[in-house]
């Protein structure tokens, strides 16, 4: 007798969705009028000159007035002053004159997918809701992200099935989106609902909760924590063999206090080795002191918001460690800076307000005598949350890290989180795909770095992160056309990058108007 298939039937998962993308591209190809949102190899093969631009090519150096770009079968065949460069006969020409050029954006730690628990019921209820349609909602995520010029990014944690899927759905031209990367779980965290991700007792839990863990996890969760090294190492080749494109462990809890140290040092060198091995990046969600330096030692390549370091200060030290070692810094400057920061401060004063008013009303009444005593650290601990400390002190964190010359980029843990329909309020548009990636480039120039730094850390530093630097990232030639046209030049106000006028991909420019192609949570 057949075993029936589960909501989390691989099978189930993996076939109907690419039924449904190959539908969708029909549909949208059929309906094209004039700029198409095509496969990106396919019209990027034409020969295409992009004249008079001013040229910022993601190297820091000065701009280049009057440049010209010649793009032919989706990489850069020419650059430099249209003086110089001849228009091959027959290309399509794009005039730029009085507009600026940078290369398309990177995004080194973004969310795509749905992960659902921890953040509120809301978010379960939207995972349970739109559990089938994961592939779609992933691809309509990663095309928000295009849409405001993203045209790179690193998915860090998600449902790794789906993001397979829509990741080499882009790369084979069958839909439109940003090149991927995709790391699957956070290996040694166990899935959404678990007490290392969500501080969820398994006793509380769902038998769809517990599915849906298990799927997030993919064998990667919480037994790894227990393992002896050369066990772990065995299991950290069987979780790379899944195809992920680079590894994010936990060198800590996820929760901010108390922040427990995951792995040991040796584990830590285990995981390093194994995936060095494959030649692929090893990253690390660490966030405590000793937790970061164990993690900074075992040999990473990357900290996934280092400024998060459970509410203490980095020390000169640390810094100075990532920055000798070249550990890669993304960065959540995003909720730091900019309309975030404002609402931190405003939120901040109502709550000094309320402390010092509740202070000033501690009368115990004409018939009680008044007892003195001392806060317990846990009313401690609830003054600091209330007032945003944490906040000050990642910012804080932040500038020490950009002061300190370490290598940084952009890194908004942006994510689709829950439809309309689940939300109470609005979800901040710091965090939502594609322009909270602008809103944190914005944010580095708030947190020091001038406008053109912040470009190469938007661009050059975050192809470096994803070790594609030989292919993007900078406007080069022999790299791929990933080009944006702007109306204003960011280098006198970087909250020019928001004004787009074209998004190229490979070569290819891009119907933002018709993205996301088939809209689930977000509008056209």
């Known amino acids: 007798m057949r075993a029936p298939r589960t ?21 949208a190809l059929a309906s094209a009028l004039v700029f198409v949102a095509l496969p990106l190899g396919a019209a990027a093969q034409a020969r295409t000159a992009i004249v008079g631009a001013t040229l910022i090519d993601g190297n820091g150096g000065p701009p280049l007035a009057n440049a010209t770009v010649i793009v032919d079968g989706g990489r850069i065949a020419a650059v430099g002053p249209s003086a110089s460069i001849t228009v091959p006969d027959g290309a399509r020409v794009i005039d730029a004159t009085g507009q600026f050029m940078t290369p398309g954006f990177v995004d080194t730690n973004v969310h795509t997918s749905l ?72 290996v040694g965290w166990g899935g959404a609902f678990s007490i290392t991700f969500a501080l969820i007792p398994e006793a509380n839990l769902s038998l769809w909760e517990e599915q849906f863990s298990d799927h997030l996890a993919q064998g990667a969760g919480e037994d790894l924590l227990d393992m002896y090294p050369e066990e772990l190492r065995v299991a950290i080749n069987a ?18 206090f108390p922040t427990l140290i995951s792995f040991s040092p040796e584990a830590q060198s285990v995981i390093v080795e194994e995936v060095h091995r ?115 002190m990642r910012r804080r964190n932040a500038q020490k890290l950009i002061e300190g010359g370490c290598t ?22 710091w965090q939502e795909p594609g322009i909270g990636t602008l809103i944190a480039i ?15 850390a938007g661009t050059r530093n975050g192809a470096l992160a994803a070790r594609g630097l ?22 006198e106000a970087i909250s020019n990058i928001h004004r787009q006028t074209m998004v190229m991909s490979e070569g290819a420019v891009i119907d933002v108007k018709s993205l996301p192609s088939n809209p689930v949570m977000f509008i056209r």
């Open 7 to 27: 909501l989390l039937d691989p099978s189930r998962l993996l076939d109907r969705p690419v039924r449904s993308c190959a539908q969708r591209l029909a549909n």
């Open 115 to 186: 992960y659902g628990a921890g953040f509120g019921k809301h978010r379960k209820e939207n995972a349970v809701f739109y559990f089938e349609r994961g592939t779609e909602i992933a691809l309509e995520a990663a095309q928000m992200h295009l849409k405001h010029g993203v045209t790179h990014i690193r998915d860090s944690y998600g449902q790794l099935p789906q993001l397979v899927e829509v990741r080499d759905a882009i790369a084979r031209g069958a839909e439109v989106g940003p090149r991927m990367q995709v790391a699957g779980n956070i």
């Open 239 to 256: 979780y790379l063999d899944k195809g992920v494109d680079f590894l994010k462990y936990g060198g800590t809890s996820h929760w901010a």
């Open 278 to 392: 494959r030649g692929l990046v090893v990253e690390t969600h660490s966030t405590n002191p000793e937790g970061l330096r164990l993690s900074v030692e075992a040999g990473i390549d990357l900290i996934q918001h280092p400024e998060v370091l459970a509410d203490r200060e980095i020390s000169d030290e640390l810094v100075t460690q990532i920055r000798e070692r070249g550990v890669i810094c993304s960065m959540l400057a995003n909720t730091l800076t900019g309309e975030a920061w404002q609402k931190h401060l405003t939120d901040r004063d109502a709550a000094q307000r309320r402390l010092a008013a509740a202070d000033e009303n501690s009368d115990w009444g004409r018939l009680r005598r008044p007892v003195e005593r001392v806060r317990t650290s846990f009313e401690q601990r609830r003054d600091r949350n209330a007032i945003g400390y944490g906040t000050e």
């Open 408 to 429: 940084v980029t952009v890194g908004t843990d942006n994510f689709p989180a829950a439809a309309s329909q689940f939300n109470r309020t609005p979800k901040p548009i």
């Open 442 to 456: 914005e944010g580095l120039v708030e947190l020091g770095m001038t406008p053109s730094e912040a470009i190469v």
């Open 470 to 491: 030989e292919d993007f990232g900078t406007i080069e030639v022999g790299k791929y056309a990933d080009l944006l046209l702007l109306e204003a030049n960011p280098l």
